[in-house]
C-alpha cells in the first residue's frame, strides 16, 4: 500500500469513526467518504463533525454537500485562472 492510499485509509476510518462516536450508522460514514473525494475534504469534514457535533443525519449531509461545493468552486476558479493566463500569454506573445 501507497502513502497516498494510506492517507486515503486513515482519513476514511476517522470519518467514519467519528460519524459512529455520534450515534450514526458505519454506513452513514462510508457514503460520506466516497462523496468528499479526497483526504483534505474528509479532514474538513471530521473537523466539523468533531466542533458541531451535529445532532443529524441531514445535517451531516448538508456540510458535505457545501464542502463538495467548495472544493468545486475552488477548482472552476483555478481553471478559469489558468485559461486566463494563457488568454493573457496569446495576447502579449500572439500564437507562436
Not at 474528509?42 to 443525519?57: D, E, F, T
Not at 489558468?82 to 507562436?96: M, P, W
Amino acid at each position: 500500500m501507497t502513502d497516498n492510499q494510506r492517507e486515503w485509509q486513515r482519513a476514511r476510518d476517522e470519518l467514519v469513526r467519528e460519524i459512529k462516536a455520534l450515534g450514526f450508522p458505519e454506513e452513514l460514514g462510508i457514503g460520506i467518504a466516497k462523496q468528499m473525494g479526497s483526504p483534505k475534504a474528509m479532514n474538513r469534514m471530521i473537523g466539523y463533525l468533531y466542533n458541531v457535533r451535529p445532532q443529524s443525519a441531514e445535517l451531516i449531509v448538508d456540510e458535505m454537500l457545501a464542502i463538495c461545493s467548495d472544493i468545486e468552486r475552488w477548482r472552476e476558479k483555478k481553471a478559469s485562472e489558468e485559461a486566463n493566463a494563457r488568454i493573457n500569454d496569446i495576447i502579449n506573445n500572439g500564437l507562436l
